[in-house]
T-cell receptor, first 114, second 116 residues
Framework: GENVEQHPSTLSVQEGDSAVIKCTYSDSASNYFPWYKQELGKRPQLIIDIRSNVGEKKDQRIAVTLNKTAKHFSLHITETQPEDSAVYFCAARVFSGGYNKLIFGAGTRLAVHP | DTAVSQTPKYLVTQMGNDKSIKCEQN?????MYWYKQDSKKFLKIMFS?????LIINETVPNRFSPKSPDKAHLNLHINSLELGDSAVYFC??????WGPGANVLTFGAGSRLTVL
């Protein structure tokens, strides 16, 4: 299957709190899971990614965890700041018909309130 | 120096018209894509080209015809525009279409198409 589900669709937090966004995927052959951030009116940009041979990856205030058995992965943002407000997309690389492509989740709109 | 540039940024047109969106990348990448982002923010792949050759064609109406004159350019022509075609169309590129080089997408700024 080619399905990536993302929750929640909207998330509102106070500045300084943590935010967690979760995704599940259906293709057990998926081996690459990036997260993109899209600020209002701007292009999606890669912020962090994880490969299937790793369980966790951190980059300053953001981290991604992967549970291959359960086929889910999560984005964690700590000490949130107003500039973290954006739409976040998870994605999974799926293999279909001899080709591979990135399938995106539906996005999570994160609002960080000062 | 913009890596992936697309024009126009905004396009407003009447139903039934034909329009084109152009995309160029100066990253030396082999693979280019068109994604459609609708009003609910879903990002869906439409087409993928590798070195001018079509490799992915999702179930997109044949009113949409991509053209890649060389590996640095991927244009999208849309015939007989319908209301449901209103969306933001993003061009993107990656180093290659398979392997680690396929993983990182660089997106253009998007072209907002409004069909009246």
């Amino acid at each position: 299957g080619e399905n990536v589900e993302q929750h929640p669709s909207t998330l509102s937090v106070q500045e300084g709190d943590s935010a967690v966004i979760k995704c599940t995927y259906s293709d057990s052959a998926s081996n690459y899971f990036p997260w993109y951030k899209q600020e209002l009116g701007k292009r999606p940009q890669l912020i962090i990614d994880i490969r299937s041979n790793v369980g966790e990856k951190k980059d300053q205030r953001i981290a991604v965890t992967l549970n291959k058995t359960a086929k889910h992965f999560s984005l964690h943002i700590t000490e949130t700041q107003p500039e973290d407000s954006a739409v976040y997309f998870c994605a999974a690389r799926v293999f279909s018909g001899g080709y591979n492509k990135l399938i995106f989740g539906a996005g999570t709109r994160l609002a960080v309130h000062p | 120096d913009t890596a992936v540039s697309q024009t126009p940024k905004y396009l407003v047109t009447q139903m039934g018209n034909d329009k084109s969106i152009k995309c160029e990348q100066n990253l030396g990448h082999d693979t280019m894509y068109w994604y459609k982002q609708d009003s609910k923010k879903f990002l869906k792949i439409m087409f993928s080209y590798n070195n001018k050759e079509l490799i992915i064609n999702e179930t997109v109406p044949n009113r949409f015809s991509p053209k890649s004159p060389d590996k640095a350019h991927l244009n999208l022509h849309i015939n007989s525009l319908e209301l449901g075609d209103s969306a933001v169309y993003f061009c993107a590129s990656s180093q290659e279409w398979w392997g680690p080089g396929a993983n990182v997408l660089t997106f253009g700024a998007g072209s907002r198409l409004t069909v009246l």
